[in-house]
């Protein structure tokens, strides 16, 4: 083979495995942003309930 030919081999195998690289990383990124989405609606849902017990502990108080 050709030292041309073994160069773009080698740069043919290279671009491959920075392309599959590339798309793992894309990959775990997109898990972890639908992780993190997942635990802002769940700290939202949280919130609103902590909130709303605190506005019935709140009301239980004035009317004893």
Avoid at 39 to 60: A, C, F, Q
Wanted: hydrophobic share 30%; proline share 0%; glycine share 4%.
């Amino acid at each position: 083979m050709s030292r041309d030919a073994e160069y773009a081999q080698k740069q043919f195998h290279a671009e491959k495995a920075e392309r599959a690289k590339s798309e793992q990383v894309d990959n775990e990124l997109r898990t972890l942003r639908s992780k993190v989405k997942a635990l802002e609606e769940k700290v939202s849902k949280l919130s609103t309930e902590l909130t709303t017990r605190r506005v019935i502990g709140e009301n239980k108080r004035g009317f004893s």
